[in-house]
């Protein structure tokens, strides 16, 4: 790889925590999302001549995503449950103002995790890191599903709550 | 939370589990248009939802820990990954295209030179063999399955792990969502996941780029390497050792067996890896007179649940004269004998004991004030902790305390104070003949009290904690090139 090729490649790997959100947000289904970004990681690198270096990578990186989703979506509307163009473009709107401090967030929920139960933090992690669906979380703890479903919201909820609690700090 | 169906809270959660109905989704959408708090809400929700899946990615942990993990984590089949893993092959086939952008071999970067067959290869030579593939795995621009042979590509993991050989004899497994390059035989470079790699003496010198123009260069060992949330990558040493090369620093820093190399500020970091916890769950033993059948999990699972084995868990009566544990609930270990006079215990089967592995049982343990401790003065009690082997009708201690034994002088005297003390319990498997047979944590009354009178020891915050043991001291097959850190 070329310098410029790896720089690129270095901005595109580290704009993915907000494309995901971003593409997620205007459709979402997490699997149209998934589909979306593949396309739209390929149409970047397709682009990849037209951005140029030293302008917010990010910012030209959600502007095609954006344009990726209204072009993808129609590919999705019978298979899945996606939001609508208007829903989209509102929900897109709501994620730019929420991703602007992406990086300090990820920074805060390392802390925030570290204020939940240990139990808590165990059920995100067998959530997550083993995708253990929430009936199989129920028969492993020998809790309701219903209960299952609570708590991981709860715990999503805590976690979203800090984290702003958190970032709002760091901004004052 | 009371949620009915049709509460925002509810469809937020479908959302997010992936089984909204339409119904639901309809709903949620109508209250998404009008509501932009409610938007803004979701979003922080996906965010989250997005964060916590990159914290916990979808992999499989440290190879030889992977035994002690509780047996309900078993590989994921749930429904929102089946779907995710359905379409992924035509997402992951369109990101295969992209391999023409990253898709160039480095010039070598290797302290050693290739060998004749680690040179570099015609395009078209077959490089890579697939061993297993638990997920659809994409190499080049063909699907792979176990048995087939690729040349040098991209290689992409959409979930699962994965499996495969080069021909240079490095064994190569991908965790989760993966993205790998393979330039040659001795040439690779991670742009996205969790590789582990194997690499006999003859692959010395194979490298791994890195983001930043980062490598890692081995010198004989395994290790896993992986990118941090943040994209900063991790590399964790097993055995042997790496050479990582940093473009800020003016040489190589080795790293060793039990060390992790990260750059949490940007600056590389060298540290032993952490240990690896264990939450037990503990089962009852025989002769006790309470039921712990409903509280299965973790102690502090439940924390108002009444954990005990006889006697009273948590009771306003006697809150005063406890200590302060690290929860709200101590597990209550009474050497006042059954009525059938049988002891018991509680215990935890973790799984077979496995080679060159350090257990360690850390356990905060805790005296009632009003009564005698077992082991302590004033009864005949007496109770026991630790590690053990065997099996629940024949337990053999590894590495066990006994209150008469071990407690201090403070938790023994009689002193109506509620004193509490701190147990660490170790044991190193290495050369210890006991590989393959069953580890438990137990808790159990090895004499009961002479009368009817309480004597009770409390326990909490039980974890136990698990790493590899540090490798035995063996003539290296290359010296190292710098000094370590």
Redesign the interface.
Known sequence: MDQRQEQFTQHLLAVQPRLKVYIRAMVGDQTAADDILQQTNLVLCRKSDQYEFGTDFGAWALKIAHFEVLKQRQKFVRSRLIFDEALADSMASAAAEELVDLDDQQAALADCLGELSEPHREMIRRRYSLAEGVEQLAAALDRPAGSIRQTLYRIRQRLADCIRSRTAEGRA | ?T?TPDTP?TL??A????D?K?DD?AA??EQ??DD?DL?????????????????????EPAPSLSTHL?K??????????Q??TA??L???I??V??AW??L?P?PSTSTQPPTASQGVQPADTPITTVVSASGTVVIGDALAHAGSDHPAGLITLG?GSARFILTSGVDVQLHGATQLIIHDPMHA?L??GTVTFTCPPSAVGYTVNL???RKVVDLGTRFQVT?D???TPRTTVFEGRVEIHDPSLDHARVVTAGQIATWPTGRLTIEPYPWQVV?PGFEVGSGLTASLT?H???L??H?SADVRTRSVGRNAETTGLRPIGE?DTWLTLDGRPADDGELGGVYQKIGPIIDRTVYRLHVLVGERADNPTPGGQGTAADVTWGLFTGSPDHFEPLAAAVASRDLSDAMKADNNKPDTQTSELTFDSTDSGRLGEELYIRFAVIRPAGDKRTAQLLFDDVRLDVRNAPPPTQPSNKPPTSDHP
């Open positions: 939370m949620n809270d937020l959660t959302l997010l589990e992936g909204l339409a989704h949620l959408c998404l248009h932009a938007r803004r809400r979701t979003v922080r929700l996906m965010i989250v939802d997005a964060m916590l899946a990159d914290v916990y990615p979808a992999a509780p309900a984590q078993t590989p994921a089949t749930g429904f929102r990954f779907l995710r379409v992924a035509a997402a992951m369109a990101l295209v992209t952008f990253i160039r480095e979930s470079t742009t996205q983001s930043g123009g990118y949330i943040d994209g939450n409903t299965p999990s973790w502090e699972e924390p929860g």
